[in-house]
């Protein structure tokens, strides 16, 4: 069997573009989400389609769940939906806004759970789906991102693993990637953050920066008739930034 449709949520640049470039492949068709980037979106389906993908820009406002449920809608029997998309916020918690807190956790958890939810049902009808949440290694370190963005992500960890648990006897596993410092347009727009990914480079095994390119082959795993056996895990890929 084919699984052939994949839903990228974030993918208009950074880890994002990285993943939808290094899984398109003739015959695939690569949805490709954004919001008010239609050009960058459309940059990285070019590249797509220069492998043979069949590569389609998406627009939706993930903080908003019509939006979310109408893309759900919009990208059909989607195989394999990779929630990449985040909320950044490096808030302090002395100043932190609800407004904040909330806008974080619509992104970073509400949207992935609505699509999972949307989508999974068809891949459980076909007997094989692929679910990969992308989350940060903030989780296990505590920061240096603000308390919104580590706790959404750590509940996301909690949705990967209840959402496994859930699907896995429907062929569906669902899984978590969870990136060091990488090298992103995003994160070089953050305040602080050459001196945050020198400390952050001090602690790793691996002794380099880190870019989008280096997740690639680990989704590729998580995403294959391989992996299988693979569900409800968080996989550090970190060059040793945080050692289990």
């Not at 949805?31 to 980037?37: K, P, T």
């Not at 769940?65 to 985040?86: E, F, K, Y």
């Not at 974080?104 to 076909?126: C, E, I, Y």
């Not at 693979?230 to 050692?243: D, P």
Request: charged share 15%.
């Amino acid at each position: 069997m084919a699984h052939e449709r994949i839903l990228i949520t974030g993918a208009r640049r950074g880890i994002g573009a990285a993943l939808a470039i290094g899984l398109a492949a003739p015959g695939r068709t690569l949805l490709i989400h954004h919001l008010d980037a239609e050009a960058e979106a459309a940059g990285v389906a070019a590249r797509c389609a220069a492998v043979g993908a069949n590569a389609v820009p998406c627009e939706a406002d993930l903080a908003d769940p019509a939006a979310v449920i109408d893309l759900a809608a919009r990208s059909g029997a989607v195989d394999i939906l990779i929630n990449n998309a985040a909320h950044a916020s490096n808030v302090d918690i002395d100043v932190l806004p609800l407004a904040e807190w909330q806008e974080t956790f619509a992104v970073n958890v509400t949207a992935p759970m609505l699509l999972s939810q949307a989508l999974a049902p068809g891949m459980a009808a076909r007997g094989w789906g692929r679910i990969v949440n992308v989350t940060s290694a903030t989780v296990r370190l505590g920061g240096p991102s603000g308390p919104s963005y580590v706790s959404s992500k750590a509940a996301l960890i909690g949705l990967t693993r209840s959402l496994a648990r859930a699907w896995g006897a429907a062929g569906i596993t669902v899984n978590a990637l969870s990136p060091g410092a990488i090298d992103t347009e995003g994160e070089r727009e953050l305040a602080k953050v050459e001196q945050i990914h020198r400390e952050i480079l001090a602690r790793q095994a691996i002794p380099r920066g880190l870019v989008p390119d280096d997740l690639v082959g680990t989704v590729r795993y998580l995403v294959s008739d391989g992996a299988s056996a693979m569900t409800g895990q968080v996989l550090e890929v970190g060059a040793g930034l945080v050692l289990r």
